[in-house]
């Protein structure tokens, strides 16, 4: 099974993506996916692919490949599997083949790329960022955020100027990826953000926060309408 890279140019990967933090990923989602979480997960994700009869999906961000696996299982003929690392990929890979009938896996093609920058010369009829996922576009930036405050001059903040533009970065990642998602989603398909509200404390940026006014902002921008949007699920239809 191969993996196709979709990067615009290879970057050095980001120490966030190393085959440790998959695998530790991976430690910590498995004790809290219990079989009966799984089983909604699942049960969730198909009743929308089978709401409005989807052929094609992405799962960004997809580790393990555990979205994908469901639909390959439940007959979805394409489903595009996208990270930004090759080991979370290896994984994915490896769990493919283990799980799947080689007919079914080969409905799954793996893409390494960056969620927040990405485009495909096909349309998809559902995309979804599962298990908390999303966050992973602000990760970088907000390491970033915290080098600045630990290499200050002398302890002394840095100008609130860099603060400010860095916040906006951050903020910036995750326009990006539901740009390049909608981007790339038929009219009337669907987008399902799992756990679409962040809320994280930074030093001297009170907190990095996507609520629901962000998501109600962005829908207006990205001409997206949003069909369900709480703590759990954002669930919306491209115009
Ligand atoms: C929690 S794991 C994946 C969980 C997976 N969605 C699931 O439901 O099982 C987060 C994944 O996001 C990937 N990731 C982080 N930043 C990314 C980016 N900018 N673009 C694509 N993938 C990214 C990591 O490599 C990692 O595999």
Redesign the pocket.
């Known amino acids: 099974m191969e993996i196709l890279d979709l990067r615009a140019r290879p970057w050095k990967v980001?120490s966030?993506?190393t085959a440790a933090?998959?695998q530790m990923?991976?430690a910590?989602?498995e004790p809290f996916l219990k079989k009966e979480e799984r089983e909604i997960e699942r049960d969730f994700y198909l009743e929308w692919a089978r709401r409005i009869g989807a052929n094609s999906v992405l799962?960004?961000?997809?580790?393990?490949?555990?979205?994908p696996i469901i639909f390959a299982r439940d007959g979805v003929s394409e489903i595009t599997a996208?990270?930004?690392?090759r080991?979370?990929l290896e994984?994915a890979r490896t769990e493919i083949e283990r799980e799947l009938s080689a007919e079914d896996a080969a409905r799954i093609t793996l893409v390494q790329?960056?969620?927040?920058r990405f485009s495909f010369p096909k349309l998809f009829d559902l995309a979804?960022?599962?298990?908390?996922?999303f966050w992973?576009?602000f990760?970088?930036n907000c390491r970033l955020l915290f080098r600045y405050y630990e290499r200050g001059p002398h302890g002394k903040s840095i100008p609130r100027r860099v603060v400010e533009r860095t916040g906006l970065l951050i903020y910036l990642?995750g326009v990006y990826?539901v740009r390049s998602v909608c981007r790339s989603l038929r009219t009337g398909g669907v987008f399902i953000v799992?756990h679409p509200f962040i809320q994280r404390g930074l030093p001297h940026v009170e907190v990095v926060s996507v609520g629901e006014e962000w998501w109600r902002g962005l829908a207006h921008q990205c001409r997206f309408k949003i069909l369900q949007i709480d703590k759990e699920f954002l669930i919306a239809e491209k115009l």
């Open positions: 980001h966030a993506y933090t998959v990923g991976g910590l989602l799962d960004l961000a997809t580790g393990k490949a555990r979205i996208l990270d930004a690392s080991e979370s994984c790329g960056d969620m927040r979804t960022i599962a298990y908390q996922s992973w576009n990760a970088k990642q990826c799992d």
